[in-house]
């Protein structure tokens, strides 16, 4: 079985974002980039096959140098081969992720590809769609649990209100989802291990952006809260409030 693992490097989730002097992309000064957390239960999913299943695995990740980092995070999880598709710009959408990921799993043809739902920084969760469009590849996003077995694929996945259990076969697209698995924490010995391992490179085969960004900004600071302390009397008051300031009634 051969597994194609796609994977972002997104700013921590706890970084102070600033808007940069373009007014268009954030301050990276200070930031602290991550394997996107919800790739995490890709590499996972895709080591621990390696481990049952004897799964050749390899993730792949499209950006410019430092996108290297994310490959070599799953190195370190456990992946065995690694590749970046470089673009010649430092901005990219979903669209020209997905064409250049589609064309690389055009050409490798795996048996399965797993990536997380959604990166924490664009969070359009359409990466997973536009793979399946562009490939012709079936999808299915936000599984939980997903079991393989003789070319039989079952993924359950999280709808509104319950679950979904879907059954396939593969070739198959799985976007993953928290507790579809609990991803490892590299020790010492895959930590070294990961060093010794080659990123290969490769150019993007597309080089357009769907969709311009005209303007960051950020949120506006919100104003301080108000404390009505004389119990029902308070209740005029409160209404007044939601009505005139709040302007929610």
């Known amino acids: 079985m051969k597994v194609i693992v796609c994977v972002s490097l997104v700013p ?89 990921l589609a064309d690389f799993i055009n050409e490798q043809k795996p048996d399965l590809v797993l990536l997380g739902k959604q990166s924490i920084d664009f969070d359009s969760s359409a990466l997973p769609s536009m793979l399946s469009e562009l490939t012709g590849i079936p999808s299915v996003n936000v599984v939980v649990k997903l079991t393989i077995g003789d070319n039989k694929v079952t993924a359950e996945k999280e709808i509104e209100g319950g679950q979904e259990i879907i059954s396939t076969t593969l070739p198959v697209i799985i976007g993953t989802q928290k507790g579809i698995n609990t991803p490892r924490y590299p020790n010492l010995k895959s930590i070294m291990a990961a060093k010794k391992k080659n990123v290969e490179t490769r150019h993007s085969t597309y080089n357009e952006n769907a969709t311009e960004i005209i303007k960051m900004e950020l949120p506006p600071i919100k104003g301080k809260g108000k404390i009505l302390t004389d119990g029902a009397n308070s209740v005029p008051e409160l209404v007044k409030l939601l009505r005139e300031e709040a302007k929610v009634i």
Do not use: H, R, W
């Not at 993730?59 to 140098?65: I, Q």
């Open 12 to 100: 921590d989730s706890t970084t102070k974002v600033k808007i940069a002097q373009d007014g268009k992309s954030i301050d990276e000064s200070g930031v602290q980039f991550i394997l996107n957390p919800y790739d995490e239960f890709a590499v996972e999913e895709a080591v621990s096959l390696k481990e049952k299943l004897n799964a050749e695995t390899l993730a792949v990740t499209v950006g410019t140098d430092k996108a290297t980092e994310a490959v070599k995070k799953a190195f370190q999880m456990g992946i065995e081969n690694g590749v970046l598709i470089k673009t010649d710009n430092e901005i990219v959408d979903t669209y020209s992720v997905a064409k250049n």
